[in-house]
């Protein structure tokens, strides 16, 4: 997938679904890195900020984000647009405080963005989690998932409770060939009828109208129940009592109601920031437990900031074989097994411990653990590769470790765990002599720690 920038501005204007009030948005082009900027042009000083998954303040129907002095409400169908179009920077003015509702769903931003153009910015980024991760809602058995993958999916089931509304699944996958709009974009918000009233009577759906959504008859309504529904859509329908859910107008697709709800899901997402790269599946989506998975995302990713994460359905850069073409070290004293990661100024690579190793049948016997000092050497083996990448034929010199400073123990490495080891140079090579900072993690804590000088030499 592509990252995109808006070409040009774009301008829109319709009423809030919840508010009624009218609503002129602009979107133009962010600055590179500055996210999702919305700005309130109606209040004083015409503020702004970038909201994210921790600004949720409400999830009543809509999503609302709030920086503690104002709020933006329904930005889901929005962000989804963006996000999809490949969009990860934009500003957002408004002039009041709820995004237009349209025609209910993506379609209208969807097809203005197109208007406006795009220019590629080159491959978007994913966002990568180290591990997969769950959360869940025990008051309506909700739940939601994210567990990693190269191939990104995004997919929501139903309640049974639903199967009024047609299909109770839906998918959409990051790499498919079919269009967002047409598949997932076009699909409108839509509300039972049984909930309808009730829902104005709490002061929401105030801009509903029969072209802002669907409605879906899910029971035999009364004489007075469908003159309460003329009166907030402002059309005239036609008593029945007949039983049989059916639309009130035409749906788009068989799964139109499931595809909304994913249509909800990923603009709700979108408020990480970036794609994540993992498969995302939910049971009973709703805004409550797709921003409480988008919260948990953030704060995974937060917990392992500069931590090396290692994906193993990735090609190493170098397996054990490759490995063994620069370094001298053999088995059973080679103690690494990939390397996943190397610029020129660091390398990351990756140690499997398994009980099956010597050193744990004295080490200690009944609590295996890893040396410290083994730890240190297969860190060494790791910045001994990234020092030899400073010479054209690596596989003709040795590194010789001088010193290690500021070693520090953190956590015990069992049997089982994976050692994670990233080094970076702490300065430039002079007359052969590299510095480099070296930590070791297991998951996102670490194991050890230490600065490493070792000495380039000619393998005589």
């Not at 869940?136 to 058995?141: A, L, N, S, V």
């Not at 109208?209 to 529904?229: C, E, F, R, T, Y």
């Not at 004293?333 to 499997?352: N, T």
């Not at 140079?425 to 050890?448: D, Q, S, W």
């Amino acid at each position: 997938m592509t990252q995109n920038q808006l070409q040009k501005p774009l301008t829109l204007s319709g009423h809030g679904i919840h508010s009624g009030q009218p609503c002129k948005l602009t979107i133009s082009p962010g600055e590179v890195g500055s996210g999702y900027v919305f700005q309130r042009l109606d209040l004083e000083g015409q503020p702004d900020f970038s909201p994210s998954a921790k600004d949720v303040v409400a999830t009543d129907r809509r999503t609302r984000l709030s920086n503690g002095t104002f709020t933006i409400d329904t930005t889901e169908h929005l962000l989804a647009a963006l996000i999809t179009s490949g969009i990860l920077d934009a500003h957002v003015a408004m002039d009041a405080s709820e995004v237009p509702i349209l025609d209910g769903s993506a379609k209208p931003w969807i097809e203005a963005i197109e208007d406006a153009g795009l220019q590629a910015m080159g491959d978007m980024p994913m966002l990568k989690l180290p591990h997969a991760i769950r959360v869940e809602d025990e008051t309506t058995g909700a739940w939601a998932e994210a567990v990693p993958s190269r191939q990104p999916t995004v997919q929501c089931t139903l309640s049974d409770n639903l199967a009024c509304v047609g299909p109770l699944h839906a998918q959409w996958k990051w790499s498919s060939d079919t269009s967002f709009i047409s598949s997932i974009g076009q699909a409108r918000t839509f509300t039972m009828s049984s909930q309808l009233i009730k829902l104005a009577e709490r002061g929401l759906l105030q801009g509903a109208n029969k072209d802002a959504g669907v409605v879906i008859i899910d029971k035999s309504l009364n004489a007075s129940s469908w003159s309460q529904l003329n009166d907030l859509f402002h059309v005239t329908c036609e008593h029945s009592e007949a039983l049989g859910a059916h639309p009130l107008t035409p749906l788009r697709m068989d799964n139109e109601p499931s595809a909304h709800k994913l249509l909800d899901m990923i603009g709700d997402l979108a408020l990480v920031g970036q794609p994540v790269s993992a498969d995302i599946r939910t049971f009973r989506p709703g805004h409550h437990i797709n921003t409480k998975l988008a919260l948990k995302i953030m704060d995974t990713v937060k917990a392992f900031k500069n931590i090396p994460i290692y994906d193993i359905t990735e090609e190493p850069l170098m397996d054990v074989t490759a490995i063994q073409n620069i370094i001298p070290h053999r088995p059973p004293f080679l103690l690494i097994d990939r390397i996943i990661k190397q610029s020129a100024l660091e390398i990351v690579g990756i140690k499997a411990v398994t009980i099956n190793e010597q050193f744990f049948q004295g080490h200690f016997p009944g609590t295996p653990v890893m040396p410290g000092v083994l730890q240190l050497e297969a860190m060494a083996q790791v910045g001994g590769i990234l020092a030899l990448s400073t010479v054209p034929d690596p596989e003709n010199y040795l590194t010789y470790f001088l010193k290690m400073d500021k070693v520090k123990f953190r956590n015990k490495v069992t049997p089982g765990d994976t050692l994670i080891f990233h080094l970076v140079f702490e300065g430039p090579v002079r007359r052969g002599i590299v510095v480099m900072h070296g930590k070791a993690y297991v998951g996102n804590k670490i194991a050890c720690e230490g600065i490493f000088t070792a000495m380039i030499t000619k393998d005589k």
